[in-house]
C-alpha cells in the first residue's frame, strides 16, 4: 500500500538524504516545497516494503519488528495523515493514489500510472471550468439588461434632441438658421425641396442686406445638358437678379468655384443622380471649404433615407429637414434620425417661412425641387 511521507529539514540536499535514509532509493519523490526557511519535501513509499529497508538504509536497532512496532507506526502512519490534510495539494494527490491503488491492489502504481491518473482529473477539471464560463449565468442576464436599457435611454434622449432641435429651429426663418457664407451644395432625391430651400433663403437674406455677392450653380451632368436637363435657379436668378451659372463637368465646376470670392454666398444644387458622381471629388470639394447638405422631405424621409445610408452615410449629418407641413407627426421620423444618428442643422416649412413659392415655378418640374 503506498503512503506519503513527510520530512523537513534545513534544505533540499539534507530533506532528500533523510527520504534516502528512511526508505531507499525505491521512494517516489511527489513535491520539494519551500516552508518558511526550510524545505519540506513528500514522497510516496509502498509500505509493504516498509520493513525491508534498502540496502544502505538506517534501521532502528533497538526496535525490533514486532506487533507492538506495526501498530506504532500505523499510529504514526494516522498522525501523518492528519498534518497532510491541511495540504491541499498533498490531499489530492494521496486521492488520486488511493484510486489508483483501488485499480490496482496488489501492486504498487507506476509513475506512469500516477501521471495518467492526474492528467486526466485536471483535464475534468479544465471542462468543468469552460462548461461554467460559457454558461449564462443572472449577473451576466442582468448585465446584459442593464446595457440594452443604457442603449434605449440613450436612444430616447437622441430624439429628444432631434424634436429640441426642431423647435428652436422653427422659431427662426431659414435664412437666419445659419449663416450661409461660403459654399453650400445641396443634395437630395427628386423633390426633397432643394430648389424652394435655396430660394427661402435668398428672399430672407435680400430682407436684410444686399445679395451683390449670391451665386446660384445647378450641377447637372447628363449628356447633351441642354436647358430641359436643368432646374428651376435660372428663374430664382431672374427673380433676385443674382449670378447664376451651369456646369456638367465636375472638373468644370471645381474651376468655377475656385474663382469665387471666399466672402460670397454661393448655393449650388446638385441632382440626386449625380450624387456619387459628386462624391469622387469631395476632398477637393473640402479643400474648398464646401458645406455640405442633404434635403430630406419629411413626408418621404423615410425612403430618402435607405438610399442616401447606401451611398453617403456622412450626409446624415447635415439635414436640412423640409416640407415638415405636409406630415401630422414626426415621431417615426425621429426614430429613424436617432437610429442613423442623424444631425439636422436646419429647416424648412411652408408654415414657417411667410415668402415660400414666391417664384412661380412652371408646372411639371417639382421633379426637379
Given at each position: 500500500?503506498?503512503?506519503?511521507?513527510?520530512?523537513i529539514a534545513?534544505?533540499?540536499?539534507?530533506?532528500?538524504?533523510?527520504?534516502?535514509?528512511?526508505?531507499?532509493?525505491?521512494?517516489?519523490?511527489?513535491?520539494?516545497?519551500?516552508v518558511?526557511?526550510?524545505?519540506?519535501?513528500?514522497?510516496?513509499?509502498?509500505?509493504?516494503?516498509?520493513?525491508?529497508k534498502?540496502?544502505?538504509?538506517?534501521?532502528?536497532?533497538?526496535?525490533?519488528?514486532?506487533?507492538?512496532?506495526?501498530?506504532?507506526?500505523?499510529?504514526?502512519?494516522?498522525?501523518?495523515?492528519?498534518?497532510?490534510?491541511?495540504?491541499?495539494?498533498?490531499?489530492q494527490l494521496?486521492?488520486?493514489v488511493?484510486?489508483?491503488?483501488?485499480?490496482?491492489?496488489?501492486?504498487?502504481?507506476?509513475?506512469?500510472e500516477?501521471?495518467?491518473?492526474?492528467q486526466?482529473d485536471?483535464?475534468?477539471?479544465?471542462?468543468k471550468?469552460?462548461n461554467?464560463?460559457?454558461?449564462v449565468?443572472?449577473?451576466?442576464?442582468?448585465?446584459?439588461?442593464?446595457?440594452?436599457f443604457g442603449?434605449?435611454?440613450?436612444?430616447?434622449e437622441?430624439?429628444?434632441?432631434?424634436a429640441?432641435?426642431?423647435?428652436?429651429?422653427?422659431?427662426?426663418?431659414?435664412?437666419?438658421?445659419?449663416?450661409?457664407?461660403?459654399?453650400?451644395v445641396?443634395?437630395?432625391?427628386?423633390?426633397?425641396?432643394?430648389?424652394?430651400?435655396i430660394?427661402?433663403?435668398i428672399?430672407?437674406?435680400?430682407?436684410q442686406?444686399?445679395?451683390?455677392?449670391?451665386?446660384l450653380?445647378?450641377?447637372?451632368?447628363?449628356?447633351?445638358?441642354d436647358?430641359?436637363?436643368f432646374?428651376?435657379?435660372?428663374k430664382?436668378s431672374?427673380?433676385f437678379?443674382?449670378?447664376?451659372?451651369?456646369?456638367?463637368?465636375?472638373?468644370?465646376?471645381?474651376?468655377?468655384?475656385?474663382?469665387?470670392?471666399?466672402?460670397?454666398?454661393?448655393?449650388?444644387?446638385?441632382?440626386?443622380r449625380?450624387?456619387?458622381?459628386?462624391?469622387?471629388?469631395?476632398?477637393?470639394?473640402n479643400?474648398?471649404?464646401?458645406?455640405?447638405?442633404?434635403?430630406?422631405?419629411?413626408?418621404?424621409?423615410?425612403?430618402s433615407?435607405?438610399k442616401?445610408?447606401d451611398t453617403?452615410p456622412?450626409l446624415?449629418?447635415?439635414?436640412?429637414?423640409?416640407?415638415?407641413?405636409?406630415?401630422?407627426?414626426?415621431?417615426?421620423?425621429?426614430?429613424a434620425?436617432?437610429?442613423?444618428s442623424?444631425?439636422?442643422l436646419?429647416?424648412y416649412?411652408?408654415?414657417?417661412?411667410?415668402?415660400?413659392?414666391?417664384?412661380?415655378?412652371?408646372?411639371?418640374?417639382?421633379?426637379?425641387?
Amino acid at each position: 500500500m503506498m503512503e506519503l511521507k513527510r520530512f523537513i529539514a534545513e534544505n533540499s540536499r539534507e530533506a532528500l538524504q533523510q527520504v534516502k535514509e528512511n526508505h531507499g532509493d525505491d521512494a517516489l519523490i511527489i513535491s520539494t516545497t519551500k516552508v518558511g526557511k526550510k524545505t519540506e519535501v513528500i514522497c510516496a513509499v509502498d509500505e509493504s516494503l516498509d520493513g525491508e529497508k534498502a540496502p544502505g538504509t538506517k534501521t532502528n536497532a533497538t526496535t525490533p519488528p514486532n506487533a507492538s512496532s506495526e501498530t506504532s507506526v500505523a499510529k504514526n502512519t494516522e498522525a501523518l495523515r492528519d498534518e497532510l490534510s491541511s495540504i491541499e495539494f498533498s490531499e489530492q494527490l494521496g486521492r488520486i493514489v488511493s484510486r489508483s491503488e483501488s485499480k490496482k491492489p496488489s501492486k504498487t502504481p507506476d509513475i506512469n500510472e500516477l501521471m495518467k491518473t492526474i492528467q486526466a482529473d485536471l483535464s475534468d477539471l479544465r471542462n468543468k471550468m469552460e462548461n461554467q464560463a460559457n454558461t449564462v449565468t443572472p449577473i451576466n442576464k442582468a448585465r446584459s439588461a442593464l446595457n440594452s436599457f443604457g442603449k434605449r435611454e440613450k436612444f430616447l434622449e437622441k430624439q429628444d434632441q432631434l424634436a429640441d432641435s426642431i423647435s428652436k429651429l422653427l422659431e427662426k426663418q431659414i435664412c437666419s438658421q445659419r449663416h450661409w457664407k461660403g459654399i453650400n451644395v445641396f443634395y437630395g432625391m427628386p423633390g426633397s425641396g432643394k430648389t424652394r430651400t435655396i430660394e427661402s433663403i435668398i428672399s430672407g437674406i435680400r430682407d436684410q442686406e444686399d445679395l451683390s455677392d449670391c451665386n446660384l450653380i445647378e450641377f447637372n451632368s447628363s449628356e447633351g445638358s441642354d436647358l430641359q436637363n436643368f432646374g428651376n435657379l435660372s428663374k430664382l436668378s431672374e427673380h433676385f437678379n443674382v449670378a447664376h451659372f451651369r456646369e456638367s463637368n465636375p472638373i468644370n465646376l471645381m474651376n468655377r468655384l475656385k474663382k469665387l470670392d471666399e466672402s460670397s454666398r454661393t448655393f449650388v444644387e446638385v441632382s440626386y443622380r449625380d450624387l456619387e458622381l459628386i462624391r469622387h471629388h469631395y476632398l477637393k470639394l473640402n479643400e474648398l471649404g464646401v458645406n455640405h447638405f442633404l434635403c430630406l422631405a419629411a413626408d418621404a424621409a423615410l425612403h430618402s433615407m435607405r438610399k442616401i445610408v447606401d451611398t453617403s452615410p456622412d450626409l446624415l449629418q447635415s439635414i436640412v429637414m423640409t416640407r415638415l407641413d405636409l406630415i401630422p407627426e414626426i415621431d417615426d421620423l425621429l426614430a429613424a434620425l436617432a437610429d442613423l444618428s442623424g444631425s439636422i442643422l436646419a429647416v424648412y416649412s411652408h408654415t414657417s417661412n411667410d415668402d415660400l413659392a414666391s417664384v412661380d415655378l412652371p408646372s411639371g418640374t417639382i421633379a426637379n425641387v
